[in-house]
């Protein structure tokens, strides 16, 4: 299994609290994303990273921020949490070997009441 | 996006049943993967299949590039293959998934 854990694994916040997930991972892997799973929409691009300091957008990256500042940690920042922002997130990796084959951690489900 | 469909949406299947589940995706790709969901929530890396044919155990998995689908096959079916399958694809490095195949396999 690919060394990718994510904390925490579930929290519950009140609506307008910041909140930060954190994806940590132990293969050196250059890329990194986060994705987001809601019934009916599969899993869904929000943000991702191709080297420390390089972010980038993903297909629904309104609400959210991101940072990556060591090659093996990438946060997911919700600024001010909405209602509309409770799913499960996940984080995936991917190295260049295989050509960008992805490897999810175990996930993170987030309530915000 | 490359927009990626799957069929069927939901699949019940008796204990040592074969199935077959379809992906189809509207341009071309350069990576294809499947995945399984367990009913525990994680996503299980099943193949890397951009084009070809591979096979791992019972699992089985056919990519058409130039027709752009792929089909994975699940023979003998087990209790334990329960869950919902995804095909994902890009044509850079961020995956786009499809809806899923929800596999329920009955004892």
């Known amino acids: 299994d690919a060394g990718i854990t994510q904390s925490p694994r579930h929290k519950v916040t009140e609506t307008g609290t910041p909140v930060t997930l954190r994806c940590h991972q132990t293969?050196?892997?250059?890329?990194m994303y986060w994705y987001r799973q809601d019934p009916g929409h599969g899993l869904r691009l929000i943000h991702y990273?191709?080297?420390?300091?390089?972010?980038d957008k993903g297909e629904v990256s309104d609400g959210y921020s991101v940072s990556r500042s060591k090659t093996e940690d990438f946060l997911l920042t919700l600024e001010s949490a909405t209602s509309s922002q409770t799913s499960v997130y996940f984080c995936?990796?991917?190295?260049?070997?295989?050509?960008?084959?992805?490897?999810f951690g175990p996930g993170t489900r987030l309530t915000v009441t | 996006g490359i927009q990626v469909e799957q069929s069927p949406p939901d699949l019940i299947l008796q204990e040592g049943a074969n199935s077959t589940l379809r992906c189809n995706f509207s341009?071309?790709?350069?990576?294809l993967q499947w995945f399984h969901q367990n009913p525990w929530g994680q996503l299980i890396n099943l193949f890397y299949?951009?084009?070809g044919t591979k096979q791992n155990g019972r699992l089985s998995a056919t990519t058409v590039a130039t027709e752009r689908y792929s089909l994975l096959y699940i023979s003998s079916s087990q209790t334990t293959d329960s869950g919902v399958y995804f095909c994902?694809?890009?044509?850079?490095?961020?995956?786009?998934f499809g809806a899923g195949t929800t596999v329920t396999v009955r004892a």
């Open positions: 995936a990796i991917s190295g260049q070997g295989k050509a960008y084959e992805q490897y």
């Open positions: 293969e050196n892997h250059r890329y």
């Open positions: 994902a694809v890009t044509n850079d490095y961020k995956l786009s």
């Open positions: 341009d071309s790709v350069n990576n």
């Open positions: 990273s191709y080297g420390v300091k390089d972010t």
């Open positions: 299949i951009p084009s």
